[in-house]
């Protein structure tokens, strides 16, 4: 029986006020993810709660702690997570909400999904030999993708241009106290940029855009936490109640965001996701939200389930080992690029890196770039340190301390300091002071490494006695500080290069 009841009409205001309030909480959690990094507002918690994290991070404890409440959370309430808390839902919610007047949304009666687990299949599969396409379809890491390298650098930058043609000028006391609290609160006080953020983008917001033909279609077809969430809310305890419906007018199946209500006003207890749009107010036939005795036997009625036929099964493993072969063939488990320090091997890297991009948000020079495709197919989106953009600062060690899945360990400074993630070469064809015979001591200047892993030697150069830079790789670090600054550039090449060890 019922022990508490959820059927008042102030369920739904609670509930758009709750996921408001989240959402809100969760893009503030996101934008505060940089240096000094909170302790209690670190968004890698957030993260965490997938449980995609813990399979791709080999069942990683933390995670895998952090996962397991959730599961019990939603063993209790349901598929509450997807409709109250993941902020990509909240988004497709409100995209919903606005086009409302202009689409009016015609369902059928539900019947079971099978794409979006056949698909939770498949990339499962692929995670256990060795290609891991999950970071492509999980909600929280593509919202966070999108949030990190286009909406926070965009209003960060714009921000910073806006107070400083202000600032130029004589802006006078208020003026500066305001972009004192913006400077020390809101806005980095540099650009801040990432590569190929138009793909990123579009990978962000070509999902939201299937709500123009369903609402929540990615949470309906595809999500894999979703999926997986699904499954466990399939036996929760908490149980949609309603009057059985003669009229079949079809007012609550064409209103449920996720087709869950079906024609005869039952429903697919696995596809509910608490939305709220079925309480009473929608029709004359009453509907609650109910917790059961967990292990007080219940009467279930039977959902008809064609099962897996032999077409799906062929299909899909099709889909599968074809998937595999691409990898195989276009992967790239040797490392060609520059990552951050405490990064495993390349292969587990790519494994275990859910793609999330805090690293590259905290980066505090902004050197942490998202790769394309310079490390193979199965590297897309994965760190690396671009020297064009930014450096590896020799003391910090705010990349492991946000990675969600220990794809980067986390290092002490000490530990870090001595973590050797390149090497430098000198370009004597474009460095000055072997080419031109002038003097250049900028890459030796700010070698961090306190005994200097550039070093200067007298030679003479073009009948010029000048000091010359060379290296000692044993003490290179490979930070990239001496590329970054190197004023020496020709033929898209500086006169200091590091190269990924």
């Known amino acids: 029986m019922a022990v508490w009841k959820l059927g008042e009409m102030k369920i739904k205001t609670i509930k758009i006020i709750t996921q408001s309030f989240i959402f809100a909480f969760i893009c503030l959690a996101f934008w505060y993810l940089r240096y000094p990094l909170s302790n209690w507002f670190n968004a890698t918690y957030f993260f965490q709660l997938s449980s995609i994290a813990t399979l791709v991070s080999g069942f990683f404890v933390v995670t895998l702690l952090v996962s397991v409440g959730l599961l019990i959370f939603t063993f209790i309430f349901g598929r509450i997570f997807c409709g109250w808390v993941c902020p990509y839902g909240t988004l497709m919610d409100v995209i919903a909400f606005l086009i409302g007047p202009l689409r009016k949304y015609k369902e059928n009666n539900p019947k079971i999904i099978k794409s979006k687990y056949f698909l939770f299949m498949v990339l499962t599969i692929l995670t256990f030999l060795g290609f891991q396409l999950f970071y492509l379809f999980e909600p929280v890491t593509i919202f966070a993708r999108g949030f990190y390298f286009t909406v926070y650098s965009v209003k960060n930058n714009l921000l910073l241009d806006f107070f400083y043609k202000i600032m130029?000028?004589?802006?006078?006391?208020?003026?500066?106290?305001?972009?004192?609290?913006?400077?020390?609160?809101?806005?980095?006080?540099?650009?801040?940029?990432?590569?190929?953020?138009?793909?990123?983008?579009?990978?962000?917001?070509?999902?939201?855009?299937?709500?123009?033909?369903?609402?929540?279609?990615?949470?309906?077809?595809?999500?894999?936490?979703?999926?997986?969430?699904?499954?466990?809310?399939?036996?929760?305890?908490?149980?949609?109640?309603?009057?059985?419906?003669?009229?079949?007018?079809?007012?609550c199946v064409n209103e449920c965001r996720m087709n869950a209500i079906k024609n005869d006003n039952s429903y697919m207890k696995q596809e509910c996701v608490l939305c709220m749009d079925c309480v009473p107010g929608l029709c004359e036939k009453e509907s609650k939200f109910i917790f059961l005795y967990p292990f007080k036997k219940q009467e279930i009625k039977k959902e008809i389930n064609t099962g897996v036929t032999r077409k799906d099964f062929i299909l899909w493993t099709m889909v599968a080992v074809s998937l595999f072969a691409v990898k195989k063939t276009f992967g790239n488990d040797q490392r060609n690029i520059i990552r951050p320090p405490g990064a495993s091997d390349e292969e587990v890297f790519k494994q275990k890196c859910i793609r999330c991009g805090n690293c590259m948000k905290a980066c505090i020079t902004n050197g942490l770039q998202p790769v394309l495709l310079e490390s193979g197919l199965d590297g897309v989106w994965t760190p690396k340190l671009d020297a064009n953009i930014g450096y590896c600062e020799y003391g910090c060690v705010l990349c492991g301390e946000v990675c969600p899945t220990q794809a980067i360990e986390k290092l002490t400074q000490s530990q870090k300091m001595q973590t050797k993630i390149g090497i430098a070469k000198i370009q004597k064809d474009v460095c000055v002071p072997w080419k031109d015979g002038l003097e250049c001591l900028v890459c030796e200047e700010h070698c961090p490494v306190p005994s200097k892993a550039i070093k200067l030697q007298r030679t003479i150069i073009a009948g010029n006695e000048i000091d010359v830079p060379y290296i000692e790789e044993e003490l290179c670090v490979g930070c990239a500080i001496c590329e970054n600054k190197c004023p020496a550039f020709e033929n898209n090449k500086k006169g200091i290069v590091v190269e990924p060890i």
């Not at 650009?191 to 793909?199: D, G, M, R, T, W």
């Not at 077809?221 to 699904?230: E, N, Q, R, V």
């Open 168 to 251: 130029s000028g004589n802006p006078g006391a208020v003026i500066e106290g305001i972009y004192s609290i913006f400077k020390s609160s809101i806005i980095e006080n540099r650009h801040v940029v990432f590569n190929n953020q138009l793909i990123t983008f579009s990978f962000f917001i070509i999902p939201l855009l299937l709500v123009f033909i369903k609402k929540r279609f990615w949470c309906r077809y595809i999500c894999p936490l979703g999926t997986f969430l699904a499954v466990v809310a399939k036996f929760s305890i908490i149980k949609r109640q309603s009057e059985i419906c003669d009229t079949k007018c079809g007012r």
